[in-house]
Nanobody
Framework: QVHLVDSGGGAVQSGGSLRLSCTRS????????MAWFRQAPGKEREGVAFIDIDDSMNYKDFAKGRFTISQDNAKNSVHLQMNSLEPEDTAMYYCATDSCLNVRRGYHSPDYRAWTMIMHWGQGTQVTVSS
């Protein structure tokens, strides 16, 4: 029903920037929230940012002041502008969408597998930052 395609990753030097994009096809009934997660080698998947039902932007601490999430009015696409990238940002980045309830739970829960509550995922786009 819902298909996400994310793109925009690449290899950059420390301090560089990338803009990730994700497009959605298919409809979601009721509330819709979109999010970005990432998974670095040897680490669990973790939230990066998401946009809540009131259009407020939410960021993990490591992303605050460096990353900006945005979406179109219909929530057909979501973007992540990443500035001041550092090697620790190296990861596979995934966009995700579901009802806002599921996105909030998947994003905020301390359960390391909470992200699996979110139903729809992009295929991932690799971000590699070298020093």
């Amino acid at each position: 029903q819902v298909h996400l395609v994310d793109s925009g990753g690449g290899a950059v030097q420390s301090g560089g920037s990338l803009r990730l994009s994700c497009t959605r096809s298919g409809d979601i009934y009721g509330s819709v929230c979109m999010a970005w997660f990432r998974q670095a080698p040897g680490k669990e998947r973790e939230g990066v940012a998401f946009i809540d039902i009131d259009d407020s932007m939410n960021y993990k601490d490591f992303a605050k002041g460096r990353f900006t999430i945005s979406q179109d009015n219909a929530k057909n696409s979501v973007h992540l502008q990443m500035n001041s990238l550092e090697p620790e940002d190296t990861a596979m980045y995934y966009c995700a969408t579901d009802s806002c309830l599921n996105v909030r739970r998947g994003y905020h829960s301390p359960d390391y597998r909470a992200w699996t509550m979110i139903m729809h995922w992009g295929q991932g786009t690799q971000v590699t930052v070298s020093s």
